[in-house]
């Protein structure tokens, strides 16, 4: 059964920094694209990351470019967020997601469970 | 950045009756390989997101063939021929033709 176990998730202060984790278990882990996407509290769903299987390269949105950092360790099938300089407007509900066979990221088919990261004094 | 905008953003429905939702792109979602990357997720309340139709049409393994897919170009329909109790949630269209692939507001369905 494919699935993805999220964590990390905390309290954290204005300016401070979390790392999240994603364990992936269940399918070939290095053979595919991953991602996060987030949902702010009553809120839609946004992308914040994703990574490509092949060359590792990641992407951002420029809502977090320059303090969001993905990365993936295809040796332990983790993938990792390091996230700084939070924001108020960072608070969310932090998916995982796990890209499909055909199209990525593109289209994402399977959705971990989500952990919570707050930011707030 | 493309803008998904969906329609309505709440949608009461009676149980066995159909329900339709509108998903538009600010821009044409057919990309270069010429694949059209139109999704739709079924998020319930206290779930996270579910893939139920990739690439428009195409209907994931286990969703049930009520569900129904279709558009091209900027226009989108995700339709439920006959709603059932478990469908209440919130559904998203999102794009991953341009980055950074974005979502619809998302519309709520609801049982009258």
């Known amino acids: 059964e494919v699935q993805l176990v999220e964590s990390g998730g905390n309290l954290v202060q204005p300016g401070g920094c979390l790392r999240l984790s994603c364990a992936a278990s269940g399918f070939t882990f290095r053979n595919h694209a991953m991602g996060w996407a987030r949902q702010a509290p009553g809120k839609g769903l946004e992308w914040v990351s994703v990574?490509?299987?092949?060359?590792?390269?990641?992407y951002y949105p420029d809502s977090v470019k320059g303090r969001f950092t993905l990365s993936r360790d295809n040796s332990k099938n983790t993938l990792s967020l390091q996230m700084n300089s939070l924001r108020a407007e960072d608070t969310a509900v932090y998916y995982c997601?796990?890209?499909?066979?055909?199209?990525?990221?593109?289209?994402?088919?399977?959705w971990g469970q989500g952990t919570m990261v707050t930011v707030s004094s | 950045d493309v803008v998904m905008t969906q329609s309505p953003l709440s949608l009461p429905v009676t149980l066995g009756q159909p329900a339709s939702i509108s998903c538009r792109s600010s821009?044409?979602?057919?990309?270069?390989?010429?694949?059209?990357?139109l999704n739709w997720f079924q998020q319930r309340p206290g779930q996270s997101p579910r893939r139920l139709i990739y690439k428009v049409s195409n209907r994931d393994s286990g969703v049930p063939d009520r569900f129904s897919g279709s558009g091209s170009g900027t226009d989108f329909t995700l339709k439920i021929s006959r709603v059932e109790a478990e469908d209440v949630g919130v559904y998203y269209c999102m794009q991953g033709t341009q980055w950074p692939w974005t979502f619809g507001q998302g519309t709520k369905v609801e049982i009258k």
């Open positions: 997601a796990k890209g499909s066979a055909t199209g990525g990221t593109r289209e994402p088919d399977i």
């Open positions: 821009q044409s979602l057919v990309n270069s390989d010429g694949n059209t990357y």
């Open positions: 990574i490509n299987a092949g060359d590792g390269a990641a």
